[in-house]
């Protein structure tokens, strides 16, 4: 979208919740509350209207991006009824936090074709008032949320976009423990935020109008061991995105010519975390994530052992080949992609009667015979076992994308794990 709205501050503050958790959410549903808080505020600055009744097509003309019946239609029932708990930092006003649950949402179906078509959506007056002239306030163009993936990457760029407001430059803390809650990452161990942090920063500094790197800090515990306590963020304006410099610099380069940001301060490093103390290594205290890790390398040296016919002493290979992969960042990095795979199955399942047996795969539900789930290569392939996507980074960014387009996580029977090879669920 290439709208311009301005927010109250406390919104970008925001934690999610549905039935007393913090929601699961995705690119879609972030990108669909945007849009109700814009045309809900139109509607009532201009109308005095509290509900308002709007079509599919509506959103989807506004959305470059393909948005189909069934994932406006899944976002809209996630939303429906959602607390919105704000001013999560305790930032702004009275310096305490804010919950409301803006928006009660009908879907309408036509009745004698029996389809959806739209829905009627009723805001809560409190907090659509808060759009109105808000002040302080930050001031979000579409664009630069919409151009980001995921819900995480996206939530990140307003938290820091209304931590930076008018300045050319500063640094905002934030404890690890209100950084899992407000990036919807409630599952995950400390090093796993960190790490989903450095991979939002650099889509944030790549695609849109904000340039941030950030320093993990620690603290010392009562065992002696030292433990990722706070996140310092700092942040630079920047006039072009990265993406769009160095695409122009590609196209236009000359030997006399070098394109530089139009940014008033010097580019800070992109993406680049650095850690207190270079000689201590993290400490991860999630004992399932370790006992995971191991697997999963374990796996990875025995394919690596499968395609070799020259090892003399294998138990001595492995080992040596085991210790390398366990500090091998490219692994690490793999493995990240895979252990947020495993959450969602446990998700998945504490919601259903399967064992932990049964096979997860992402589904059509218009038709059940498309599916793509990961094999023990961890590649993409479909229900055919034909490879869609081999490239490990690029999983996550797929099942994404189909997620977006409206396919969903079903459990399938699934009586023999070897035969399907599905070693990553």
Same mark, same amino acid.
């Given at each position: 979208?290439?709208?311009?709205?301005?927010?109250?501050?406390?919104?970008?503050?925001?934690?999610?919740?549905?039935?007393?958790?913090?929601?699961?959410?995705?690119?879609?549903?972030?990108?669909?509350?945007?849009?109700?808080?814009?045309?809900?505020?139109?509607?009532?600055?201009?109308?005095?209207?509290?509900?308002?009744?709007?079509?599919?097509?509506?959103?989807?003309?506004?959305?470059?991006?393909?948005?189909?019946?069934?994932?406006?239609?899944?976002? /809209?029932? +996630?939303?429906?009824?959602? %607390?919105?708990?704000?001013?999560?930092?305790?930032? =702004?006003?009275?310096? $305490?936090? !804010? #919950?409301?649950?803006?928006?009660?949402?009908?879907?309408?179906?036509?009745?004698?074709?029996?389809?959806?078509?739209?829905?009627?959506?009723?805001?809560?007056?409190?907090?659509?008032?808060?759009?109105?002239?808000?002040?302080?306030?930050?001031?979000?163009?579409?664009?630069?949320?919409?151009?980001?993936?995921?819900?995480?990457?996206?939530?990140?760029?307003?938290?820091?976009?209304?931590?930076?407001?008018?300045?050319?430059?500063?640094?905002?803390?934030?404890?690890?423990?209100?950084?899992?809650?407000?990036?919807?990452?409630?599952?995950?161990?400390?090093?796993?935020?960190?790490?989903?942090?450095?991979?939002?920063?650099?889509?944030?500094?790549?695609?849109?109008?904000?340039?941030?790197?950030?320093?993990?800090?620690?603290? /010392?515990? +009562?065992?002696?061991?030292? %433990?990722?306590?706070?996140?310092?963020?700092?942040? =630079?304006?920047?006039? $072009?995105? !990265? #993406?769009?410099?160095?695409?122009?610099?590609?196209?236009?380069?000359?030997?006399?010519?070098?394109?530089?940001?139009?940014?008033?301060?010097?580019?800070?490093?992109?993406?680049?975390?650095?850690?207190?103390?270079?000689?201590?290594?993290?400490?991860?205290?999630?004992?399932?994530?370790?006992?995971?890790?191991?697997?999963?390398?374990?796996?990875?040296?025995?394919?690596?052992?499968?395609?070799?016919?020259?090892?003399?002493?294998?138990?001595?290979?492995?080992?040596?080949?085991?210790?390398?992969?366990?500090?091998?960042?490219?692994?690490?990095?793999?493995?990240?992609?895979?252990?947020?795979?495993?959450?969602?199955?446990?998700?998945?399942?504490?919601?259903?009667?399967?064992?932990?047996?049964?096979?997860?795969?992402?589904?059509?539900?218009?038709?059940?015979?498309?599916?793509?789930?990961?094999?023990?290569?961890?590649?993409?392939?479909?229900?055919?076992?034909?490879?869609?996507?081999?490239?490990?980074?690029?999983?996550?960014?797929?099942?994404?994308?189909?997620?977006?387009?409206?396919?969903?996580?079903?459990?399938?029977?699934?009586?023999?794990?070897?035969?399907?090879?599905?070693?990553?669920?």
């Amino acid at each position: 979208m290439t709208f311009k709205k301005n927010y109250p501050p406390q919104f970008a503050q925001c934690v999610f919740r549905k039935n007393n958790a913090v929601a699961s959410i995705n690119g879609s549903d972030y990108d669909l509350k945007l849009w109700l808080n814009y045309h809900c505020s139109y509607e009532w600055d201009m109308n005095k209207s509290l509900t308002t009744l709007f079509l599919y097509t509506d959103i989807k003309k506004d959305f470059q991006k393909s948005m189909n019946t069934n994932s406006i239609k899944s976002a /809209l029932e +996630k939303i429906d009824g959602m %607390e919105f708990e704000m001013n999560y930092l305790k930032s =702004y006003g009275s310096k $305490t936090k !804010q #919950s409301y649950v803006p928006f009660s949402i009908t879907i309408l179906t036509d009745a004698a074709s029996e389809k959806s078509y739209g829905f009627e959506v009723t805001v809560d007056k409190t907090y659509i008032s808060l759009f109105t002239n808000p002040s302080p306030k930050v001031t979000l163009e579409y664009s630069n949320t919409t151009v980001l993936t995921q819900s995480t990457y996206k939530k990140l760029y307003l938290l820091l976009r209304d931590a930076l407001g008018k300045n050319t430059s500063t640094t905002r803390i934030i404890d690890i423990e209100d950084l899992r809650d407000l990036l919807n990452v409630a599952n995950a161990t400390n090093t796993q935020v960190v790490k989903t942090i450095k991979k939002a920063i650099k889509a944030i500094t790549d695609n849109t109008n904000l340039q941030a790197t950030c320093i993990v800090e620690k603290k /010392l515990t +009562k065992s002696g061991s030292r %433990e990722i306590d706070k996140v310092r963020f700092r942040l =630079y304006k920047q006039a $072009t995105p !990265q #993406s769009t410099i160095k695409a122009t610099q590609i196209i236009q380069a000359t030997p006399t010519v070098v394109i530089q940001p139009a940014v008033s301060t010097p580019p800070a490093p992109i993406a680049q975390v650095a850690v207190t103390s270079n000689d201590e290594e993290i400490q991860v205290k999630d004992s399932e994530y370790d006992r995971l890790l191991e697997e999963f390398v374990d796996r990875k040296v025995d394919l690596l052992a499968n395609k070799r016919s020259n090892i003399g002493n294998i138990k001595s290979w492995k080992n040596g080949t085991k210790e390398n992969l366990m500090d091998d960042e490219k692994t690490i990095d793999e493995f990240d992609i895979f252990y947020e795979l495993h959450l969602q199955k446990q998700k998945i399942l504490s919601d259903t009667n399967y064992d932990s047996s049964s096979m997860i795969a992402l589904t059509d539900p218009e038709d059940d015979t498309i599916r793509y789930v990961v094999n023990e290569k961890y590649q993409v392939t479909d229900i055919h076992l034909v490879v869609i996507i081999d490239k490990v980074t690029e999983v996550l960014d797929f099942l994404e994308e189909k997620y977006i387009d409206g396919f969903d996580w079903k459990v399938m029977s699934c009586s023999n794990l070897k035969t399907y090879k599905l070693m990553a669920f």
